[in-house]
């Protein structure tokens, strides 16, 4: 089932300067970054990512003491006009299944926004979908950026 | 002052010597028949109990150790018969496992003389109102200090520990004239009292304050905070509890209770024993526990112990203060606490495969210690969602407070940041002055 895209899920310890020496050492590696969203509570935070290298990414991170690792994730296509993200919601929220965490791709992926979801039942959730119409994009699909 | 006891407190020396050595025997031949560990340990000095004819050959006796109570949990090293016992006692254990002890009714009796003896030093009697806040149950602090106060016949007033508003509240209105409980307790309530304008309302007169160390300067604050005279006492479950040594009105040291205990101070690493005056590690040998007797139990506890007579009358030695301990044992908020119990939790979190990476640090925020742990975010238990790592801390801390009977505050580090030094890991990082 190769539907998933590779997502970093990142530990960020609510210290100063935590967040600016990891996306310092993404840079200076020339690890491009496409979609984002951070998780906070008062002692620390996730930071995800959608990076081009995910792989190399987690090595960078850890050599600069940063604990990463990688998840696996669905990116889901829809129109960018109003309910393009209500019909996918929908369709999931109706066959009874949960979405854990959600954010969106910073550009358009052939003139389509693209939702990336965390759900945990992604072999249930990518029958609905397809069912619906709704177009999951690969990992091979989400880098042609 | 007075004196509890005058005929033994002031006993002569070489008296006194001949009734350790007489209660030595006794109990030496008592324990070669009752507690099997002992009679191992004899047996393989080639030592037989006619050897000991008396003090004098204390020095011969094998030592007794900590873990030695841990690895007759719960009761392996009692010498009478359970149905003697009629209490049991706990304190913590370099493991999960607490440490046990056990008293005979005479046992009690003798632990509430002792401690007579302190609250007697103090200027207590039958017209005092003693407030207990030291922790009562399985603590010996707070039934310890109890059974004294109740013997001398003073108005006991057992609040035990916790619930400030309440303690203050009390000690007002009963007219507590002295308190027991943890220096870094009495600092914590002198400041409460005196930032809500009370310390006048106070009838307090004198404290005695144990459990943990403290320094001189904590000393004046109390007694500036309350009011009062503060006493030093020392003592510890193994040997009995609290009241094993105390201070006197010229708080020059602590007097050990040498008709019940004989206290030698050894190099922790030769075991040789060195003469008085000399720093070294802390080491009783109990003479009239019926219930737990020990013979020479080294405590890691750092001091030294002077013979001088002391202005007082009383002619029991006297311990200084204990300055450190040889071993890596913490007290936070009057509670024993080993690395070893942390890493017991830490391993258990982690599946047992591997323990994370972590750092403990202590510190004293307005007069508590506070008590914090630093665990490294490794891969292992690094998952994707928030509330997966909170839960994690959460069982954590709460897994901390059922081993240790004390609150720690988890934090998750990212792994460089808790140093990584060659050899052996700076477990501990103790940002108290306590010397």
Not at chain 1, 108 to 117: D, E, S, W
Not at chain 2, 134 to 146: P, R
Not at chain 2, 235 to 262: A, K, N, R, T
Request: hydrophobic share 40%; charged share 25%; proline share 4%.
């Amino acid at each position: 089932m190769e539907k998933y895209i590779k997502q970093l899920s990142v530990f960020v310890e609510n210290k100063d300067g935590r967040l600016a020496a990891i996306t310092a050492a993404l840079a200076d590696n020339k690890i491009n970054i496409s979609a984002l969203s951070i998780a906070d509570t008062t002692d620390f935070g996730i930071l995800r990512l959608i990076a081009d290298k995910p792989e190399e990414a987690v090595n960078v991170l850890r050599s600069i003491g940063v604990t990463a690792k990688i998840t696996k994730v669905l990116a889901v296509a829809m129109n960018d006009e109003p309910g393009g993200l209500s019909d996918i919601i929908k369709a999931i929220s109706e066959a009874g299944l949960t979405i854990e965490y959600m954010y969106a791709f910073v550009g358009k992926i052939k003139g389509r926004a693209v939702l990336v979801i965390r759900v945990n039942d992604p072999e249930k959730v990518l029958g609905i979908l397809e069912k619906s119409g709704i177009t999951v994009l690969s990992d091979s699909e989400v880098c042609d950026l | 002052m007075s004196i509890y006891n005058k005929e033994i407190e002031c006993m002569d020396r070489e008296a006194l010597r001949l009734l350790q050595s007489e209660r030595l025997r006794a109990q030496v031949n008592r324990m070669y028949r009752n507690v099997p560990l002992f009679k191992q340990r004899m047996d393989e000095k080639g030592l037989k109990p006619e050897d000991i004819k008396g003090v004098e050959d204390l020095y011969k006796l094998p030592f007794s150790y900590k873990n030695d109570l841990r690895d007759n949990y719960p009761y392996g090293l009692f010498a009478v018969p359970m149905k003697d016992i009629v209490r049991v006692h706990a304190s913590s254990g370099t493991t999960g496992k607490q440490i046990v002890v056990g008293y005979t009714k005479n046992d009690l009796e003798m632990w509430a003389d002792c401690v007579s003896r302190i609250l007697t030093a103090a200027g207590a009697d039958e017209n005092a109102f003693i407030q207990v806040s030291y922790g009562y149950g399985l603590f010996t602090g707070g039934l310890g200090a109890h059974g004294g106060a109740e013997k001398i016949g003073a108005t006991v007033i057992p609040t035990s520990a916790g619930n400030t508003q309440r303690q203050i509240q009390t000690m007002i209105d009963f007219g507590t004239t002295l308190l027991c409980c943890t220096p870094s307790y009495a600092l914590y309530l002198g400041e409460a009292i005196e930032e809500a304008g009370l310390t006048d309302k106070l009838s307090l007169k004198a404290g005695i304050f144990g459990a943990e160390p403290w320094t001189e300067d904590m000393r004046h604050e109390i007694e500036n905070k309350l009011h009062i005279k503060a006493y030093d006492i020392y003592g510890l479950s193994e040997i009995m509890g609290p009241g094993v040594s105390y201070e006197c009105e010229y708080q020059c040291g602590m007097h050990v209770c040498e008709d019940m205990f004989i206290p030698e101070i050894i190099n922790p690493d030769t075991c040789e024993v060195l003469p008085y005056g000399e720093k070294g590690e802390l080491v009783f040998t109990t003479l009239t526990k019926e219930g737990f007797p020990l013979i020479r139990y080294r405590t890691r506890d750092i001091c030294s112990l002077n013979a001088e007579p002391c202005k007082c009358g009383r002619t029991h030695i006297r311990m200084e203060k204990p300055a450190g301990r040889s071993d890596d044992m913490l007290i936070i908020r009057g509670v024993n606490v080993f690395p070893s119990q942390i890493e017991e939790v830490l391993l258990k979190i982690n599946d047992g495969s591997t323990t994370p990476n972590y750092q403990i640090i202590v510190d004293r925020v307005n007069n508590t210690d506070t008590f914090d742990l630093q665990v490294e975010m490794s891969e292992e238990l690094l998952a994707d969602d928030v509330r997966s790592i909170e839960n994690i801390e959460k069982r954590i801390t709460e897994q901390l407070r059922s081993a240790l009977g004390i609150g720690v505050k988890v934090h998750l580090v990212n792994p460089k940041s808790i140093d990584r030094s060659e050899g052996k890991a700076k477990r501990v990082i103790d940002k108290r002055k306590l010397k």
